[in-house]
């Protein structure tokens, strides 16, 4: 499966994004019924070839006949739902993307994010931008997306309440946690909020330093300047694996040290924890000031959900503080099999190791499922899947 690498060197919008996406091969018959496919009637889509800097890019840009107000998050989430058509796994990244702008626009004007009035998010354009780009990426089978540092411009820009510095301050409060670069000199305005969320929700991090290229395509700007190609580059490429030793992932580190906080709460923060999209939450005893023996909770998160995850940690828990850092994810490679036990299905996680043997455990669920059914032990059943998983193998 390819991974996508995001080469934000002139910024990043919805649009661009969409005009990279169709430059690499996303079919442009689909992205013109989009807007009908989410019931946005009278909408029409625009696409062009054009030249930046004398690259061959792609236009978007949508014809939205005027509307009667914004949107807040409630009704975008149900404008989605309501299509029906929406992959469940491109309706929650989606969603992702606007509660990320609502949630930076609430603190920003002080206020909820369900009071939030939603004059870019809200808009048509945007709701296409954000659907349409998460869609793209799966529909082109990628796996995993990658984002390198960001040019965000420089200068002020115009918005609904002012002349506000660039990045604007909604936009900055998205890009938290990202690498940026002020620039180039004169350019204005280079992410938009739309942007910003995308990267967000959809990148794991910085790219990989090797990988092979397989296709490239460039999503234009609206702007043309001399001498600067105002557009997205979208590499498609196929990760380097030298020593089978798995993919390296870019990702945060969350902690929070607690000593005032009863056992069964600290359960309860943990699911909560995992609910919310941490990759794995881990507990450790730990001494504390003045002698007192405490708990660290530890959050491992996708950058694009460190943000939610903290608030998360603050929510759920006492601590007054948390800190965070980047580290680096060896994962091995891993895939799944189903395996039969006394005539019922049996998931098993099939790892590979560096030297390139391979082993399989059983899923727990499964086993105990099986087990309840069959009136035989969960240790039973374990066996016989894991015999059948070497079989398999």
């Given at each position: 499966m ?102 930076a ?9 369900e ?76 992410v ?10 959809l ?45 390296v ?49 530890e ?5 694009g ?42 998931s ?46």
């Amino acid at each position: 499966m390819p991974i996508a690498i995001l080469d934000p060197y002139s910024g990043i919008s919805g649009d661009m994004t969409l005009g990279a996406l169709l430059h690499l091969g996303l079919d442009p018959d689909w992205l013109r019924a989009l807007p009908a496919t989410l019931g946005l009637d009278g909408v029409t889509v625009r696409i062009q070839d054009v030249r930046r800097a004398g690259i061959a890019c792609k236009k978007v840009d949508f014809d939205i006949p005027p509307q009667p107000h914004g949107r807040h998050i409630k009704e975008i989430r149900r404008l989605v739902a309501a299509a029906g058509v929406v992959p469940p796994e491109v309706q929650e990244k989606a969603d992702r993307a606007f509660t990320a702008i609502a949630n930076a626009e609430a603190e920003i004007h002080g206020t909820t994010p369900e009071k939030v009035h939603l004059h870019e998010v809200g808009a048509v354009d945007a709701i296409l931008d954000v659907v349409g780009s998460v869609w793209g990426f799966a529909m082109l089978g990628v796996e995993q997306v990658y984002c390198g540092t960001l040019s965000v411009g420089d200068g002020f820009v115009e918005a609904a309440h002012g002349t506000l510095p660039v990045p604007a301050p909604a936009t900055l409060k998205l890009l938290e946690g990202l690498p940026v670069r002020s620039g180039p000199e004169g350019a204005g305005e280079l992410v938009t909020p739309t942007g910003a969320a995308l990267v967000k929700v959809l990148s794991a991090g910085t790219p990989p330093r090797e990988y092979v290229p397989i296709r490239s395509g460039f999503g234009a700007g609206t702007k043309d300047p001399a001498g600067r190609a105002n557009a997205l580059r979208i590499v498609l490429a196929e990760p380097v694996q030298a020593d089978r030793s798995g993919a390296v992932q870019g990702l945060v580190m969350l902690a929070a040290d607690i000593d005032d906080l009863s056992g069964e709460y600290v359960a309860a923060a943990g699911e909560a924890l995992r609910s919310a999209g941490a990759l794995d939450v881990v507990m450790l005893p730990t001494i504390m000031k003045k002698g007192r023996p405490g708990l660290r909770i530890e959050v491992l998160a996708e950058p694009g959900r460190a943000d939610e995850l903290q608030r998360a940690l603050f929510a759920q828990t006492s601590t007054l503080g948390v800190r965070r850092w980047t580290v680096e994810r060896h994962a091995l490679d891993r895939s799944t099999a189903r395996v039969e036990v006394l005539g019922q299905a049996v998931s098993v996680k099939v790892t590979i190791l560096p030297d390139g043997t391979r082993r399989a455990k059983p899923e727990f669920e499964d086993v105990y499922r099986v087990a309840q059914s069959t009136g035989r032990t969960a240790r039973d059943i374990f066996m016989l899947a894991s015999a059948a998983a070497e079989e398999h193998l």
